[in-house]
């Protein structure tokens, strides 16, 4: 049975940090690119932050230079360090694992975090 379990929500002060950590299990993890993934109410979830198997790390515009993405395979673990929070960073954080092989796409969420940024 594959998991994917987020912790490290909470409420946070404009410009404060957050560590946000989702431990994956049932899965091969080193062979998954695992990302994070953000819902704001009313909105649509979006994409945050990617790492790959090889580690080269990706980032949306939106959070490119405050957030970074981490991974640890022998802890099953990928990681997203926020500093510089800002308001308009209020979501539910998903975690993401995502591998193909040949033509089958193997796709699996965790169930999610809250960050909530206000005074």
């Known amino acids: 049975q594959v998991q994917l379990v987020e912790s490290g929500g909470d409420l946070v002060q404009p410009g404060g940090s957050l560590r946000l950590s989702c431990v994956a299990s049932?899965?091969?993890?080193?062979?998954?690119?695992m990302g994070w993934y953000r819902q704001a109410p009313g909105k649509q979830r979006e994409w945050v932050a990617t790492?790959?198997?090889?580690?080269?790390?990706n980032y949306s515009d939106s959070v490119r230079g405050r957030f970074t993405i981490s991974r640890d395979n022998a802890k099953n673990t990928v990681y997203l360090q926020m500093n510089s929070l800002k308001p308009e960073d209020t979501a539910v954080y998903y975690c993401n694992a995502i591998r193909r092989i040949s033509l089958v796409r193997y796709n699996h969420w965790g169930q999610g975090t809250q960050v909530t940024v206000s005074s």
């Open positions: 049932g899965i091969s993890f080193s062979s998954y690119d």
């Open positions: 790492i790959p198997v090889g580690g080269s790390t």
